[in-house]
């Protein structure tokens, strides 16, 4: 009996550490993003259609067999599993399913960074998970010859942040990562 709560305690452990670490990275869906969906745990006859691929609407949602539209603009593809989990058993459709949201780059919409001046190729750079500013001035051609790198603006979310270029590239454990739809302005 105790050997059976402590493994049962250890596989809950293990599932919490999978889970934290693949939210790591994971970027919030969007309208038009391609998800995939896969379910388990259900009747074998309603598999294939529940289990495809789905594009969110314009108004953030999946249209899902027996439950209709589930909110997933603005949750990470996890969240979204588990949202669409906890909705087959609270309104005892199925009692344990086990869903499996993915996305890959080529199936999501492009996220783009913005490098609005300051480089030799100024405007929209698609966004890669780790992107940093220094990598983002990089894809950009670099800086044109009258920048200023020591007063580059980083606007995030309706907020400006001064940034000195000039600092980070001597230290480039200093660099700021991006996230989708930043703006860098390197003044001339």
Do not use: W
Not at 68 to 73: I, L, Q, S, T, Y
Not at 109 to 116: C, G, K, L, N, P
């Amino acid at each position: 009996m105790n050997t059976r709560i402590l493994l049962s305690c250890i596989a809950a452990c293990l599932c919490a550490v999978a889970t934290a670490s693949a939210q790591n990275g994971e970027l919030a869906l969007k309208a038009n993003d391609r998800v995939t969906i896969s379910i388990g745990g259900i009747p074998d006859n309603e598999v294939p259609q529940i289990s495809k691929v789905y594009t969110i609407s314009d108004n953030g949602t999946v249209n899902l067999l027996h439950i209709g539209e589930v909110r997933a603009a603005g949750l990470k593809p996890s969240t979204l599993q588990r949202t669409i989990e906890q909705t087959y058993v609270a309104r005892e459709i199925y009692t344990r399913p086990t869903v499996t949201v993915s996305t890959d780059d080529s199936a999501m919409t492009a996220r783009m960074v913005y490098v609005i001046s300051g480089c030799a190729k100024n405007g929209p750079i698609p966004y890669n998970t780790g992107m940093t500013v220094l990598k983002a001035i990089g894809s950009a051609g670099g800086f044109s010859p009258f920048a200023k790198p020591s007063k580059t603006k980083l606007i995030r979310n309706g907020t400006t942040t001064e940034i000195n270029l000039k600092d980070i590239s001597a230290d480039p454990s200093r660099d700021i990562k991006l996230q989708p739809e930043d703006q860098i302005i390197v003044p001339e």
